[in-house]
Every structure is written in structure tokens, then in C-alpha cells.
């Protein structure tokens, strides 16, 4: 049996090998806030692995479905993130149907995909990021329920900068989530970066900063002590939409990233109080 202590130390490594932009935010959190995150994004890294890694299947998909429902009953098994995970859930009073949400999002990416209107990619972000929101505004802490619809904004503005990044990657393996409907209103090909390339992929730019703009009220809902960590967090991923845009969207040839220093330059901003209005 492993116990808590160890169980979060494990999520800790996770994050801290794996977490990128997540595992910075972290950092500006209090200590007990930092490992429940740690879980979370744990728990968050497993779903992404069963459904990305060779031999991924519905069967695997619906045995860690069923661990998931056992560990919330106190049956951990041999996996040494669940004690972590069940003590988290608990302590911040998470829905756990958040998770069945999370498992659902995943499941859907087992097969080649083409998206073919936004009200299906809406879905799909909210399943895959959405939802990550929703669960971790759990842990900053909020008290009124306004902050769960910013929050599933917010989680769709980080997945559409995802997905903008990654369309050369997804297409590799045979999933566009750029949705169809907008792709043959800008007569664009996701394979080659011409104009058209270019206008449709600042068209999907402008939807996501409109959901960066409309959910940026969520940070002064939540927790005073945690709002450092969710302003941090938001501008790593606005910069990233932003360097995407600086680019010309050249991202067909390589992956765009925030680098280290620009993260770290957003976390002392975060704890001089960059996130207080103004005035």
C-alpha cells in the first residue's frame, strides 16, 4: 500500500517532469494547494497517456475508468497516484463527474477525427479542457458559481491556443480539430501555409482571444491567495497565442513555445501583482 505522503510525491515528480506550462503557476500556490494540483494534473497526464501511447484502446479507457470509480471509494489498487488523487478530491470537494468528463474527452481522440463545426470542437474543448477548469478552480477556491462558466471559457480559450500549435502534429495523426465549416469558408489546406492557411488560422486566433477576453473576470473570483497562480497561469498561455500570431502562424515547420525565461519573467510579475487591476 502506498501511503499519502509517498502518493504525492509521485505526482510531484509527474508534474515537475511533465507539466510545462501547468508547473509553473503551481509554484505561486501555498504548499497544500501545489500537491493538490499535482494530483489533478497527475490523474490529467494518465487519461492523455492511455488514449496517445501505442496499444491505446477502449478497453484501456474503461479499465482506468473503473480504477477511477474505485479509487474514489477508497480502493487504490497498485497505482501510486490514487491515494494523492482521492485525498484531493475529497479535501476540495471536486465532482467527480468532472473526471468521467475528462475520460470522455480522451476517449474520443481514439480514432482518426475530422471536426466538422464548432458547436463539435466546443464540445470537445470542454471536455479536454473545460473541465480541467472547472476541477481546478475547486482548488483555488471560489464562492460564486459565475466562476464556473468563466472557467469552462477560459478552458476553451487554452485549448483552441493548443490546437492552433499543434496542427501539424494532429494531422500526423489523423485528427483535425480546426473545425471543416471554417476551413472551407477561407478555401484554406491545414497541409500548406499560404494566405488562406493564414486567415483561416487568424480567424480560429481571434475566436480564442475572444474567450481569453470574456473569462478574464474569473480571476477576480477566485481565491485572493490563488489569484497570482491563475493570472500566471492565463498569460503563459496568452503568450503562447501570441507568439503563435508573431509567427504569421508558421507552425506547420515547428512547434512554438513559450521559453523559460518569458515563464519566469511571468511568475515574478504574478507575485509583484501584475494580476491587480489597474488604478
Same mark, same amino acid.
Given at each position: 500500500?502506498?501511503?499519502?505522503?509517498?502518493?504525492?510525491?509521485?505526482?510531484?515528480?509527474?508534474?515537475?517532469?511533465?507539466?510545462?506550462?501547468?508547473?509553473?503557476?503551481?509554484?505561486?500556490?501555498?504548499?497544500?494547494?501545489?500537491?493538490?494540483?499535482?494530483?489533478?494534473?497527475?490523474?490529467?497526464?494518465?487519461?492523455?497517456?492511455?488514449?496517445?501511447?501505442?496499444?491505446?484502446?477502449?478497453?484501456?479507457?474503461?479499465?482506468?475508468?473503473?480504477?477511477?470509480?474505485?479509487?474514489?471509494?477508497?480502493?487504490?489498487?497498485?497505482?501510486?497516484?490514487?491515494?494523492?488523487?482521492?485525498?484531493?478530491?475529497?479535501?476540495?470537494?471536486?465532482?467527480?463527474?468532472?473526471?468521467?468528463?475528462? !475520460?470522455?474527452?480522451?476517449?474520443?481522440? @481514439?480514432?482518426?477525427? +475530422?471536426?466538422?463545426? $464548432? %458547436?463539435? /470542437?466546443? *464540445?470537445?474543448?470542454?471536455?479536454?479542457?473545460?473541465?480541467?477548469?472547472?476541477?481546478?478552480?475547486?482548488?483555488?477556491?471560489?464562492?460564486?458559481?459565475?466562476?464556473?462558466?468563466?472557467?469552462?471559457?477560459?478552458?476553451?480559450?487554452?485549448?483552441?491556443?493548443?490546437?492552433?500549435?499543434?496542427?501539424?502534429?494532429?494531422?500526423?495523426?489523423?485528427?483535425?480539430?480546426?473545425?471543416?465549416?471554417?476551413?472551407?469558408?477561407?478555401?484554406?489546406?491545414?497541409?500548406?501555409?499560404?494566405?488562406?492557411?493564414?486567415?483561416?488560422?487568424?480567424?480560429?486566433?481571434?475566436?480564442?482571444?475572444?474567450?481569453?477576453?470574456?473569462?478574464?473576470?474569473?480571476?477576480?473570483?477566485?481565491?485572493?491567495?490563488?489569484?497570482?497562480?491563475?493570472?500566471?497561469? !492565463?498569460?503563459?498561455?496568452?503568450?503562447? @497565442?501570441?507568439?503563435? +500570431?508573431?509567427?504569421? $502562424? %508558421?507552425? /506547420?515547420? *515547428?512547434?512554438?513555445?513559450?521559453?523559460?525565461?518569458?515563464?519566469?519573467?511571468?511568475?515574478?510579475?504574478?507575485?509583484?501583482?501584475?494580476?491587480?487591476?489597474?488604478?
Amino acid at each position: 500500500m502506498i501511503d499519502l505522503a509517498a502518493s504525492y510525491a509521485f505526482c510531484r515528480r509527474i508534474a515537475r517532469t511533465r507539466a510545462r506550462n501547468f508547473y509553473y503557476s503551481f509554484l505561486l500556490l501555498s504548499r497544500e494547494q501545489r500537491d493538490a494540483m499535482c494530483a489533478i494534473y497527475a490523474f490529467m497526464r494518465y487519461c492523455d497517456d492511455i488514449s496517445e501511447d501505442e496499444g491505446a484502446s477502449r478497453e484501456a479507457i474503461e479499465r482506468w475508468r473503473r480504477d477511477l470509480d474505485r479509487a474514489i471509494a477508497g480502493l487504490y489498487g497498485g497505482n501510486p497516484l490514487w491515494p494523492a488523487f482521492h485525498d484531493t478530491v475529497q479535501r476540495y470537494q471536486i465532482p467527480c463527474q468532472y473526471f468521467h468528463e475528462m !475520460i470522455d474527452g480522451v476517449s474520443s481522440d @481514439l480514432e482518426p477525427r +475530422e471536426i466538422q463545426t $464548432f %458547436d463539435e /470542437l466546443y *464540445r470537445y474543448c470542454y471536455q479536454v479542457a473545460s473541465v480541467v477548469g472547472l476541477t481546478i478552480i475547486h482548488i483555488f477556491g471560489f464562492e460564486s458559481r459565475d466562476a464556473l462558466a468563466l472557467a469552462e471559457k477560459c478552458g476553451v480559450a487554452f485549448q483552441l491556443t493548443n490546437i492552433l500549435r499543434d496542427v501539424r502534429e494532429d494531422q500526423e495523426n489523423q485528427r483535425v480539430y480546426i473545425p471543416a465549416e471554417d476551413t472551407r469558408r477561407f478555401d484554406a489546406d491545414l497541409r500548406k501555409r499560404d494566405e488562406n492557411f493564414i486567415h483561416l488560422l487568424r480567424f480560429e486566433a481571434e475566436r480564442a482571444r475572444r474567450y481569453y477576453d470574456e473569462s478574464r473576470p474569473l480571476i477576480e473570483l477566485v481565491n485572493e491567495r490563488s489569484r497570482a497562480s491563475l493570472w500566471a497561469l !492565463i498569460e503563459i498561455y496568452r503568450r503562447l @497565442l501570441t507568439r503563435i +500570431e508573431c509567427s504569421n $502562424f %508558421d507552425v /506547420l515547420s *515547428r512547434r512554438i513555445r513559450v521559453p523559460t525565461w518569458e515563464k519566469v519573467g511571468i511568475l515574478f510579475g504574478a507575485r509583484l501583482g501584475a494580476y491587480r487591476p489597474k488604478g
